[in-house]
């Protein structure tokens, strides 16, 4: 256990260096997300004119929801499939798939890199940037606090295992754009990154609340801006783990019919 | 060590269609065709040889290597490595195995070297005593002092081969795979590299599968000899059973004192004929260089001659151009 907390560390460790190699990458994300911020507050503060609240939320709640979501959205909407598909097309999969680590943890610890890479400059300057210029309200109680981050350390976990399958299914695609792009509209619209769930229509509303979506960035934020009662914890809760169980098991079996048939061909 | 046993390997290819019809027509029913990368492949090998793996370009020789690291599944046929599985059992046999490609990196490319061999090091779970140990002694075999400290993608080819060999033997696996390590490579570099793979065999005992199209390489460091063509395994011999079977010929040349003449030997053939020199090739089961010699008539002037000799290069390259029987 502790030699595997070694080895993972030493892989996050480097994935965090390799990332803060790339200055320029950094702060064109950071700008992204901060007009994103900026354009998100203000569509809801038009939106809400003379109105109270939409659907028993109020303009606070959803703002706060927005603007927080727009500020972790880099920590969750990262794609391996380009990176994947490139070592696939290039055969530098065999030095992969050659390793004593499992190919998805490899990613996992790269992706923990990248995550902290990506708090450390941009998540968190856009949180306090959100902070000093926008009123947000925070709960004041600890236990949500506590539920929210489990809720959102699932989050990253189920948005890892979605991309981990998306990459794993591009083994067998030549060319991986559509399905990239597919995924993360699906993941934005779906988990709620950008319109929150409860202003989605029924029917439509409850079909996408039982999707493995919701758990990457609904849940959480929903969680953190007092949009989830006391009651409806666990099956919030429940519903975040029981999808990470079922994405976990499809993505081992993809894993299995993938290195079955993989082919890697010339040099 | 190594045993392939009736090792095929098949590949189904999408033929994508001629044209914008044909395209259109692939992207309904798509046409498939089956090429046999690797036909029906045995061979044993046993622990400390050095192999060297030879075959023409798309002969099979780099699906061989990935049947054997475990990372392509065999269609039919067996692969064992150290009594294992390789793909069943594919973090174990990683453990067993180094491997170097030529024309690929397993090393971090913006980070400085040092640091991919402590990731590598973490990723193999090495103690931090075995670690400083295995590196020392890497960095001075392969002198890479200078240039170990900078990031990989600042480095030359021949430097960064170098990191790609010591990056592949950092956790001493017992066996060593290497695809075309010298391709591109100075001739400095090249034989510092091959030095230390004999070196690497003799003290560790690590046996080592060699690919390379420089059969000058082979010939310095590969006792035994494996050649491959279209999947097929044609020819696994040591490089005196090749010399012994296929390098017979050889090659006279004589310099006159004055123009030559008309001359018809017993045995032997004339290839070439150029002022005052004569090309003549014999083979050797048959006459010997001083018995030609002594056929010429008396009484002309003979200033030079030499012998040139089938070399395993040339021997090889005959073999790859005819075949076994040409």
Redesign the interface.
């Known amino acids: 256990m502790v030699?595997m907390a070694?080895?993972g560390?030493?892989?996050i460790t480097?994935s965090l260096?390799?990332k803060l190699?790339y200055r320029f990458d950094l702060i064109m994300g950071l700008l992204r997300a901060l007009i994103q911020i900026f354009v998100f507050h203000q569509l809801w503060a038009v939106l809400f004119t003379g109105v109270d609240d939409y659907a028993g939320f109020t303009l606070e709640q959803t703002q706060t929801y927005v603007v927080i979501s727009m500020s972790i959205m880099p920590l969750l909407d990262r794609s391996f499939l380009p990176q994947v598909n490139e070592r696939i097309r290039?055969?530098?999969?065999?030095?992969d798939?050659?390793?004593?680590?499992?190919y998805g943890n490899l990613l996992l610890y790269q992706g923990l890199g990248q995550f902290a890479a990506t708090l450390l400059t941009t998540s968190l300057p856009l949180l306090v940037f959100s902070f000093v210029f926008f009123s947000i309200a925070m709960p004041d109680s600890v236990f949500t606090w506590i539920t929210f981050l489990a809720s959102f350390c699932m989050a990253y976990y189920t948005a890892f295992l979605m991309d981990l399958i998306a990459s794993l299914w591009g083994f067998w695609i030549a060319s991986v754009w559509g399905l990239f792009y597919a995924k993360w509209n699906l993941l934005q619209i779906l988990g709620g990154m950008y319109i929150p769930l409860w202003f989605f229509p029924s029917p439509f509303k409850e079909i996408v609340l039982l999707l493995p979506f919701r758990g990457v960035a609904f849940t959480p934020l929903s969680i953190l801006v007092g949009g989830v009662a006391p009651e409806e914890l666990p099956m919030a809760l429940g519903l975040q783990i029981f999808w990470i169980i079922m994405l976990l098991w499809f993505s081992k079996f993809m894993y299995a019919r993938v290195?079955?048939k993989?082919?890697?061909?010339?040099? | 060590m190594i045993k392939a046993l009736n090792l095929s390997k098949e590949f189904k290819v999408r033929q994508p269609g001629q044209g914008v019809l044909g395209k259109l027509k692939s992207l309904a029913s798509p046409e498939y065709k089956i090429i046999k990368a690797v036909d029906d492949v045995s061979f044993e090998i046993q622990s400390g040889e050095i192999i060297g793996y030879l075959g023409p370009n798309g002969a099979g020789k780099s699906t061989t290597i990935k049947l054997l690291t475990g990372v392509l599944e065999p269609t039919s046929g067996s692969v064992k490595v150290a009594e294992r599985i390789p793909t069943r059992d594919r973090t174990r046999n990683a453990y067993e195995i180094g491997v170097v490609y030529g024309q690929r990196s397993q090393l971090w490319w913006d980070l400085p070297l040092i640091d991919s061999f402590q990731i590598l090091s973490a990723m193999y779970k090495l103690s931090e005593l075995r670690y400083e140990e295995n590196l020392e002694r890497l960095v001075s075999l392969l002198q890479m002092e200078e240039f170990i400290d900078q990031p990989v993608r600042k480095l030359s080819l021949g430097q960064r081969m170098r990191g790609e060999i010591a990056a592949a033997l950092l956790h001493e696996p017992p066996i060593l795979y290497l695809d075309e390590p010298t391709i591109g490579v100075d001739v400095v570099s090249k034989n510092r590299i091959l030095e230390f793979i004999q070196k690497l065999n003799q003290e560790k005992e690590v046996t080592v599968i060699l690919t390379t199209h420089n059969l000058a390489d082979v010939e310095k460091v590969c006792p035994r000899i494996l050649i491959i063509d279209q999947g097929r395994i044609i020819l696994d011999a040591s490089q005196e059973q090749i010399l012994e079977r296929f390098g017979k010929k050889r090659l006279l040349e004589v310099e006159f004192e004055d123009q030559p003449f008309d001359l018809t030997l017993p045995v032997g053939e004339i290839v070439k004929q150029e002022e005052n020199k004569l090309w003549i090739q014999f083979d050797r089961d048959q006459t010997s260089a001083f018995d030609l010699v002594g056929q010429f008539p008396r009484g002309r002037g003979i200033r030079d001659v030499s012998i040139t000799e089938d070399n395993i290069e040339s021997v090889i390259a005959q073999i790859y151009e005819h075949g076994l029987d040409g």
């Open positions: 030699l070694r080895t560390l030493a892989l480097a260096q390799e190699v290039s055969g530098n999969i065999v030095f798939l050659a390793r004593p680590v499992y290195v079955k993989l082919a890697v061909q010339g040099g």
